[in-house]
């Protein structure tokens, strides 16, 4: 429009100064500037009439991405109307795309039918990304006269989070599920480990035969029982409580409890428990317990739409719905835990669940974030004592915690953590 | 240079220099033969004012075009000026249409400098110097034949013609401004930002391709997260 001012104020004194000097002359010189403005208006773009397609690719296999990896956005624009002499589209990339080649913009010419790509690579990141109309503008060659539109080509990209993939923390919960598996039902039946002695039935194999306390009883057999081993209920509760989340942007220590949860959920699926997922924040999102490749598919989708929230309601874990969970069965809770949290996990153990903590970090994630001073070490250390402090408190409750330093792997944390613990649970007792 | 050659990159830059060139050394002719000697190197100040937006406007892309403005508007005051002491119009004239074209390029080329892309560009340069230089023979022309036409206007029917082409400006840049709508219509009534398309009539289609298997979902494409943040997932 300036272009347009400034051409016309142009014109516009030089008629004045021509009609009020009577200079013809002068109005010889802006019909130059007229005859302009007016083959702007006279080649002026009709409304553009654009389809547009867009194609979102993976670089490779989806299944089998790897780090690094990038997304492929094509946008194809068909021009269905008339003669388009420069046109310029745009596409919005979400904010959280960064692009490593190509342009998301292009200047061109468009006959009818003719088409138009726009192509570039972006590097993603954990979410679920929406791509949105694109800009069009469409000018005549002078560029004075310039229509614009929006043309939807919108798709939406769903960015998982990375499983690492790992073995399952040895867990006990007070009730089993009816199917075998791997977790130790507290019930006698065919297994592995040894679960104590009963009478000789009538088609007990030989070799279950406890001769030695058979021995003892002349007229009596008696028989080894063992440990039936049966799939479990689980239940996954991310923190995602904005005060919970430490550190910016993919390094923040949401982003690693995000995967953390990921790894877990995915590590009981493969072992054939029943797994479902809240993520308590902002609100709460609940994915209902299922099994095998298709849940794992829903909670790594529930998961890549994660973010950190704030809500006065939520605030606390104090308001957890428990009722999504079956009792007696086991919750893993991904969450730093602060001190006024601890109430909130022994209701949980009131009523019969059995609870693994598994606690990021966030003192390590934010040093390095915060500039090297005496009072930040200091503060770290306070810090840690006061993380200390919760782990003892929780551990005396019977809670099973795992202290993970997000710069070390998932899976040694958890041996350190676990290790000891899980080769020796005891049989009935509440940790 | 004739605009059947095939443009090479960069010709849009030198087309402009050119005429840069020719709006001074025409304007600068125009007053060295009106026997107005000392005032010739007036004619040099469009020329240095381009000079100047091109040096400026490389690290302030967004100053070149008000510099550029600027020139061209000292170009046709240069032009109206020689005109009103009676130097010869067709230098004059020539000069300032001259001008106009550097203008109209030095725009031209900042939009290409301004776009992250730029398809077909041989086409869209030869379009538009076509276009260009179509208008500008037009231009001349029309100015040059008016010259021969003499009328005289009263007062009256002077001021009333001066009314006239003011209102009519303010309809022209109103109906630029609205993007082809005329004033007064209701919004939507053409293309414009947010609302493509006269009512009723979908001038825009867009569509979007749809990975199977993802049910109600519908998404376009499901991929892993590539960071790494840690040392897991090995």
Known sequence: ?431 | MSLRARPQRGVVSGLQAACVALCVLLLGAGYLLGGMVAWAPVALLPGVLWLAGRWYGARRPAARRWIAGAALALAFGVAAAGLWIGLGAVWMLAGAVAGLCAWDLDDFEGRLVAATRVADRVRLERKHLWHLAGTSVASLVLALGSLQIRLQLGFLPAILLGLLVLAGLNRTIRYLRHGGRSPGSPPGSTSQAGAPGRPGQATVIGESERVPGYGDAGYDAVVRDPYSLGREGN
Not at chain 1, 256 to 280: E, K, M, T
Request: charged fraction near 25%; glycine fraction near 8%.
């Open chain 1, 1 to 431: 429009l300036r272009r347009v001012i400034l051409v016309g104020g142009l014109a516009f004194s030089l008629l004045l100064a021509g009609l009020a000097g009577r200079r013809g002359e002068l109005l010889a010189l802006m019909l130059p500037l007229a005859a302009y403005l007016a083959a702007a208006l006279f080649f002026g773009p009709a409304s553009p009439r654009l389809r547009a397609r867009r194609t979102v690719s993976t670089a490779g296999a989806t299944a089998t991405a790897q780090a690094g990896d990038t997304v492929t956005v094509r946008v194809e624009v068909v021009n269905e109307g008339r003669s388009l002499p420069e046109v310029w589209v745009r596409d919005p990339v979400p904010a959280a795309l960064e692009i490593v080649a190509g342009a998301r913009g292009v200047l061109s010419t468009l006959a009818p039918g003719e088409r138009l790509e726009l192509e570039y690579v972006a590097r993603v990141s954990r979410g679920i990304h929406e791509f949105g109309a694109l800009e069009v503008s469409a000018a005549e060659p002078s560029g004075l006269y310039r229509r614009t539109a929006e043309l939807p080509a919108s798709a939406k990209l769903v960015v998982l989070p990375r499983v690492a993939t790992i073995r399952a923390p040895a867990i006990r919960p007070l009730r089993t599920r009816g199917y075998a598996g791997p977790v130790p039902s507290r019930r006698g039946g065919a297994g592995t480990d040894f679960f104590g002695v009963r009478e000789y039935q009538v088609g007990d194999p030989r070799r279950v035969i406890n001769w030695r306390v058979s021995a003892r009883h002349p007229r009596t057999l008696f028989s080894n029982e063992f440990e039936k081993e049966r799939i479990a209920d689980v239940g996954i509760i991310l923190d995602a409580r904005w005060r919970s989340d430490a550190g910016a942007g993919r390094g923040s220590l949401f982003e690693h409890s995000v995967r953390a949860s990921a790894s877990l959920a995915d590590a009981f699926l493969r072992d054939g428990n029943r797994v479902g997922l809240l993520i308590y924040g902002r609100a709460l999102g609940w994915t209902f317990p299922g099994y095998g490749k298709v849940q794992r598919a829903r909670i790594l989708r529930a998961l890549a739409g994660a973010r950190t929230g704030e809500s006065q309601v939520f605030d606390r874990l104090d308001y957890l719905p428990t009722r999504f969970f079956p009792t007696e069965s086991q919750l893993v809770l991904v969450s730093p835990l602060w001190p006024d949290d601890l109430l909130a996990v022994r209701r949980l153990l009131a009523r019969g669940y059995r609870v693994l903590v598994v606690r990021p970090d966030p003192v390590s994630v934010e040093v390095d974030v915060l500039p090297p001073a005496p009072e930040v070490t200091l503060a770290a250390r306070l810090v840690q004592v006061e993380r200390a402090l919760v782990r003892r408190r929780l551990q005396r409750m019977g809670v099973r915690v795992v202290d993970w330093r997000v710069d070390q792997p998932l899976e040694q944390a958890i041996q350190i953590s676990l290790g000891r613990l899980a080769a020796s649970p005891p049989l009935g007792a509440r940790r």
